[in-house]
């Protein structure tokens, strides 16, 4: 299959492995949206730090500025509250003033 290098939709909750997919995708097309589902459950806290993420990518990587498109999230919420187990989780992790610690990228990961 022969992937069209114009754009991209990445679905991107603010974790580690959807942080690495997005800079992935940011290598290889020219332009990447991002989406996100808010079901209103444990992730939320990496959902908060999205938009610290594609901060930290744009100032890490100047080249993906362009190419970072808008981000979308989708509320979920009316799913979530019939997935909820009966005990409540509570989740004391916060993000941070930059985000979550998005993984390092060496240049040389990304090269063409």
Request: charged share 30%.
């Amino acid at each position: 299959m022969k992937l069209d290098n114009n754009g991209a939709l990445v679905l991107f909750s603010g974790g580690q492995d959807s942080t690495t997919c997005l800079a992935w995708s940011l290598n290889k097309f020219k332009r990447v949206e991002t989406i996100g589902f808010d079901y209103r459950q444990r992730h939320v806290v990496e959902l908060k730090c999205r938009e610290n993420i594609r901060r930290e990518l744009a100032l890490e990587f100047p080249d993906w500025i362009e190419r970072l498109g808008d981000d979308h999230t989708i509320d979920l919420g009316v799913l979530g509250k019939s997935a909820r187990r009966r005990s409540r989780v509570t989740s004391k992790s916060r993000c941070s003033k930059t985000g979550f610690r998005a993984p390092s990228f060496p240049a040389a990961t990304f090269s063409s």
